[in-house]
């Protein structure tokens, strides 16, 4: 199950908010609803960036990963 099976809203890449890493990948998301109207009772909380490695390893970010450099450090990831 993905994601957005998990919270049960379809979700979205925030426009202009992937970002190349030296190790990796950081994608931030909304959901799609949101990104579409800018309506705030449709934004997600409480989530950080996702982070995929070049090796393939995914790691999520929480409330307390404000950017994919606390990601990489809270998982002991080089930055």
């Known amino acids: 199950m993905g994601k957005a099976g ?3 809203v379809a979700l979205a890449a925030v426009p202009n908010g992937t970002q190349r890493l030296d190790n990796g990948w950081a994608f931030h998301y909304q959901s799609r609803s949101y990104v579409k109207t800018r309506a705030f009772s449709e934004m997600l909380a409480g989530h950080g960036p996702v982070v995929v490695l070049d090796n393939g390893r995914v790691l999520e970010g929480c409330s ?4 994919p450099s606390d990601v990489l450090q809270r998982y002991g990831e080089p930055t």
Do not use: F, N, P, S
């Open 6 to 8: 998990e919270i049960g």
């Open 64 to 67: 307390l990963d404000r950017t």
